[in-house]
Every structure is written in C-alpha cells, then in structure tokens.
C-alpha cells in the first residue's frame, strides 16, 4: 500500500542498532515522539524532542535515533505512490513547508484537546480495519487532512514566513532544478538561465531570502549528499565521488576537504566512532 503506522516503542526493540546508525530510507516520516525527552539527529543536525512532539522528515533524510530506552510514540511512515493519487496531492508534497521548510526541520508540539489527536486516532482506527477497496483512499484523505492541521499548526509555532514574491518564486525554481541536477550541474549561469533570469537576478534572490549564494546553495547539496552516502553506504571514496560528477578522486577529496575541514575517510571514521 506504502502507507503503515508502527510503535516507535516497539520499532525501538526489535531494531534499536540500526535507528542509532545512520540510516535512510526513500519515504516520507511522521514521527510522534509522545513520551520523551531526547535529540533526534536530522542530516548531521541535532533536533531537539520535547513531549509530544511531531517531526516531519522528507524522503531521502538521513537521521539517527538517540540512544535511549526511553523512547516512546508512534510514526506513520507513506511513499509518493501511496499519496500522490494526483497532480495536486504531488504540488502539496512539494511545496508544504512540513516538507519543504527552507530554513530548519519541521516539527510541531501537540496541545492538550488538538485536532491532530482526533484525526490521528482515525487514522489508526482505519489501519486497523480489515483490509478493502476503500481503505489506501480513506487513509490518504485522512493523512492529507492531518498534514493541512499541522502546516496550520505549524504556522503558529515560531515559523519564520517567508514574504511572497518574485525574490522567494525563484529561490523555489532553483532549489527544484538543484534537487534534480547537483549531481551533474554546479554552474549558477546554467541554473539562471534555465530560470530565464541573470546569475546577478539569482544571487540577490538567495540573497535576500536565505542569506547565502546560489554557489553556497549547490555546494551546500552536494556536500549533504557525500555526507549522506558516507555514512548510510559502503560505497568507496572513488565511487561516491563519481557519482557526485566528480572524475578523479582526488578532485572530491579536495573538494569535501576544502568545505567540511576533514576528508571524506576522516568524516566518515567521525560518524562511527
């Protein structure tokens, strides 16, 4: 279906080593830490979990658990497939701030008598029922509804609104060309002029909006997925570094080297010591 709520109690339990190694996995968390107080590791950026708080990760996210007996609460966890049943649920995936926050991870605390409660218990009713024909989509409709609660929510709890306007509509232009090509493009002009803007027009966009340059932007991605794929693959130096475009090893080592203050090896010897 690619859609399942499982305990976070129980998840602990059962595979306690692999939630505190990095780790990844190419679908969407909800995670609902209810009883804990604890740092949830959020692509090599520590979050802090308070009670009763929710945290939504994008797919692709590498995190790792905190290692505590602790820990308590429920995640629901879906794929594309399972919610995107058409062109508006994919636009909504992409462009919710609970997804798509420009500046930190997303995460809300649950009030006493919120609506996030009540819907989430229907949905965990409904998972529950016998399996039909009318469960993925009264599942779907109930999990888009509880999403649209906690963007509300959200926007209530220390969100930092970005203004609309023509400055923000291209950041958002180019952080989805980025998302697509970093792997094979580090040039701004190209990113521009796929834009139909000039590199200047860009710079004071990011500039404005996010406080960094479209180079710091593409250097920022490339440099998050080598951390990624150091720490959740076996994948060799040379190989990460070549399906990064780069097509020497040492141009990636000096490349990671030059932003990280460490090599590849010596990041990756950090993350399991």
Same mark, same amino acid.
């Given at each position: 279906m690619g859609f399942e709520i499982v305990s976070l109690k129980e998840l602990y339990i059962k595979a306690k080593g692999s939630l505190t190694t990095p780790h990844r996995a190419n679908f969407y968390h909800i995670l609902w830490f209810q009883h804990? /107080?604890?740092?949830h590791? #959020? !692509? *090599?950026n520590p979050v802090s979990v308070k009670h009763n708080s #929710?945290? *939504?990760?994008?797919? !692709?996210? #590498?995190? &790792?658990? $905190?290692?505590? =007996?602790?820990? $308590?609460?429920?995640?629901?966890?879906?794929? $594309? +497939?399972?919610?995107?049943?058409?062109? +508006? +649920?994919?636009?909504?995936l992409r462009s919710t701030v609970l997804f798509n926050d420009l500046f930190s991870v997303s995460h809300i605390e649950i009030t006493s008598g919120s609506s996030l409660t009540e819907i989430f218990a229907l949905i965990e009713r409904e998972w529950q029922q016998t399996k039909d024909n009318y469960q993925a989509e009264i599942l779907q409709n109930y999990l888009h509804?509880?999403?649209?609660?906690? =963007?509300?929510?959200?926007?209530?709890?220390?969100? &930092? =609104?970005?203004k609309k306007g023509a400055d923000?509509?291209?950041?958002?232009?180019f952080k989805d060309l980025l998302e697509n090509q970093f792997k094979t493009n580090r040039q701004v002009s190209q990113y521009a002029s796929q834009i139909s803007i000039t590199e200047?027009?860009? /710079?004071?966009?990011?500039?404005k909006v996010l406080g960094k340059s479209p180079k710091e932007m593409i250097d920022e991605r490339v440099l998050l997925e080598a951390k990624r794929l150091l720490t959740h693959t076996t994948e060799s130096i040379k190989e990460i570094g070549?399906?990064?475009?780069?097509d =020497?090893?040492? /141009? *990636?080592?000096?490349? *990671?080297?030059k932003h990280q203050k460490v090599t590849p090896v010596e990041f990756r010897e950090r993350i399991f010591a």
């Open positions: 804990c /107080n604890l740092t590791l #959020v !692509d *090599f #929710v945290l *939504f990760l994008n797919k !692709d996210t #590498v995190q &790792i658990f $905190d290692n505590t =007996e602790a820990i $308590d609460g429920k995640a629901i966890l879906f794929t $594309d +497939d399972f919610f995107c049943q058409s062109a +508006d +649920d994919l636009k909504f509804n509880f999403l649209l609660l906690a =963007e509300r929510e959200r926007r209530k709890q220390n969100f &930092i =609104e970005i923000l509509d291209y950041v958002l232009l200047k027009r860009l /710079n004071q966009a990011t500039s070549f399906s990064l475009g780069f =020497e090893p040492t /141009n *990636f080592i000096k490349y *990671f080297r």
